[in-house]
């Protein structure tokens, strides 16, 4: 199985292409103003229309209204939405009856957490699940903090899985034979500084993802003696 890469927190034509040159199935950009890797809408526009039918395109926001949303859907056209706030189900429902794909991130910390993956997986095409931040943090992701991956195995997973959290070149190899996620995402991973994506970072992100398939697909093929082939 591939799995499926996505590079969140894009602000610039460059890293963009970086990620695009890599081979990123999926590129995240990012408005709500805490973050450091905030992008207004005219450069989202600008960012999604480089990145259109080259890669799936990602808006991600926080708690935002309607009227921001539909802002965002009209400019950006993205093919998915990212809500990594407290947003209701209901808030995914109705992009979704707009014809968007939806991603609900949810901070991980016990297995309580988890318990709301199930209020979301009938709205979500994918369940992001991140580190929780803690309480004195300003924003909800992009602290680059892993959290228990054995929390996972407790998760029913009806829809398909997002890992992210503490996710870089070292570990996402790990990460994709421990917890056999769908897709995975990194953004505080591949950067210099906060918000500045190095495009070196991005290539060997991708390469170290693509190696831990190539791994699981070669464990995954039976020997000669367990298909019944004799040399």
């Given at each position: 199985?591939?799995?499926?890469?996505?590079?969140?927190g894009?602000?610039?034509?460059?890293?963009?292409?970086?990620?695009?040159?890599?081979?990123a199935d999926?590129?995240?950009?990012?408005?709500?103003?805490?973050?450091?890797?905030?992008?207004?809408?005219?450069t989202?526009?600008?960012?999604a229309?480089?990145?259109r039918?080259?890669?799936?395109?990602?808006?991600?926001?926080v708690?935002?209204?309607?009227?921001?949303?539909?802002r965002?859907?009209?400019?950006?056209?993205?093919?998915?939405?990212?809500?990594?706030?407290?947003?209701?189900?209901?808030?995914?429902?109705?992009?979704r009856?707009?014809g968007?794909?939806t991603?609900?991130a949810?901070?991980?910390?016990s297995?309580?957490?988890?318990?709301?993956?199930?209020?979301?997986?009938?709205?979500?095409?994918?369940?992001?699940?991140?580190?929780?931040?803690?309480?004195?943090?300003?924003?909800?992701?992009?602290?680059?903090?892993?959290?228990?991956?054995?929390?996972?195995?407790q998760?029913?997973?009806?829809?398909?899985?997002m890992?992210?959290?503490?996710?870089?070149?070292?570990?996402?190899?790990?990460?994709?034979?421990?917890?056999?996620?769908?897709?995975?995402?990194?953004?505080?991973?591949?950067?210099?500084?906060?918000?500045?994506?190095?495009p070196?970072?991005?290539?060997?992100?991708?390469?170290?993802?693509?190696?831990?398939?190539?791994?699981?697909a070669?464990?995954?093929?039976?020997?000669?003696?367990?298909?019944?082939?004799?040399?």
């Amino acid at each position: 199985m591939k799995t499926l890469i996505k590079i969140c927190g894009l602000s610039t034509p460059a890293t963009l292409e970086a990620a695009l040159a890599a081979g990123a199935d999926m590129i995240g950009l990012v408005h709500f103003p805490p973050s450091p890797r905030h992008v207004d809408v005219e450069t989202a526009r600008n960012l999604a229309e480089a990145a259109r039918g080259r890669a799936a395109i990602v808006i991600l926001t926080v708690d935002a209204q309607a009227a921001l949303l539909d802002r965002l859907a009209d400019a950006v056209r993205p093919d998915l939405f990212q809500f990594h706030g407290a947003e209701p189900p209901q808030t995914l429902e109705r992009m979704r009856a707009k014809g968007f794909g939806t991603i609900k991130a949810l901070g991980v910390k016990s297995a309580e957490d988890l318990a709301l993956a199930a209020h979301y997986a009938p709205v979500s095409d994918f369940l992001l699940l991140d580190a929780k931040p803690p309480k004195e943090a300003t924003r909800p992701g992009g602290l680059g903090q892993a959290f228990d991956w054995s929390l996972i195995d407790q998760l029913d997973r009806k829809r398909p899985l997002m890992l992210s959290g503490g996710l870089n070149a070292d570990t996402v190899g790990e990460a994709i034979a421990r917890v056999r996620p769908e897709a995975v995402d990194v953004s505080s991973g591949v950067e210099s500084a906060p918000g500045v994506k190095a495009p070196e970072k991005i290539k060997a992100f991708v390469e170290a993802a693509r190696q831990a398939d190539a791994a699981q697909a070669g464990a995954a093929l039976p020997t000669c003696r367990e298909s019944g082939q004799t040399r």
